[in-house]
């Protein structure tokens, strides 16, 4: 005889009688026991997709930040090789104001150097003052 046969049973049972109460504390307690576990399973499973999405979103922010100094750096070489082929070698100076050079400002620089007369007024004109 399995649980259900036997709560089955004594369901005619007196709501007061142990015969009656046994069966349905065991219910009871069955019932609980399937809605932690559920409860636990699903609080697991949300960790789990919580985790995934937590890296595959700092894979994606990380990819992007490292793109973004990536080409700001590979922008800084490129003008610092024209600047130097250009107008000769740079003073320290006018590197430090290179280095620190904002994205938008690397752009006018690139096109400043088209027409400048000297590596200070390129910088100049991207709004480099070193």
Same mark, same amino acid.
């Given at each position: 005889?399995? #649980?259900?046969?036997? #709560? &089955?049973?004594?369901?005619?049972?007196?709501?007061?009688?142990?015969?009656?109460? #046994?069966?349905? &504390? &065991?219910? !009871?307690?069955?019932?609980?026991?399937?809605?932690?576990?559920?409860?636990?399973?699903?609080?697991?499973? +949300?960790?789990?997709?919580?985790?995934?999405?937590? !890296?595959?979103?700092?894979?994606?922010?990380?990819?992007?930040? +490292?793109?973004? #100094?990536?080409?700001? $750096?590979?922008?800084? $070489?490129?003008?610092?090789?024209?600047?130097?082929? !250009?107008?000769?070698?740079?003073?320290?100076?006018?590197?430090?104001?290179?280095?620190? *050079?904002?994205?938008?400002?690397?752009?006018?620089?690139?096109?400043?150097?088209?027409?400048? *007369?000297?590596?200070? $007024?390129?910088?100049?004109?991207?709004? &480099?003052?070193?």
């Amino acid at each position: 005889m399995d #649980i259900d046969e036997f #709560i &089955l049973e004594h369901e005619s049972l007196d709501k007061n009688s142990l015969n009656y109460l #046994i069966p349905e &504390l &065991l219910l !009871r307690r069955c019932k609980k026991v399937a809605e932690d576990e559920g409860r636990a399973e699903g609080n697991a499973q +949300g960790r789990a997709e919580g985790r995934a999405e937590g !890296r595959a979103e700092g894979w994606v922010e990380g990819r992007a930040e +490292g793109e973004a #100094i990536g080409i700001a $750096q590979g922008r800084y $070489q490129t003008l610092k090789l024209q600047l130097e082929a !250009r107008f000769g070698p740079l003073p320290e100076q006018l590197l430090s104001g290179l280095a620190c *050079a904002k994205p938008a400002q690397l752009e006018r620089l690139a096109l400043t150097l088209l027409d400048a *007369a000297s590596a200070e $007024q390129a910088l100049n004109a991207a709004g &480099l003052r070193p």
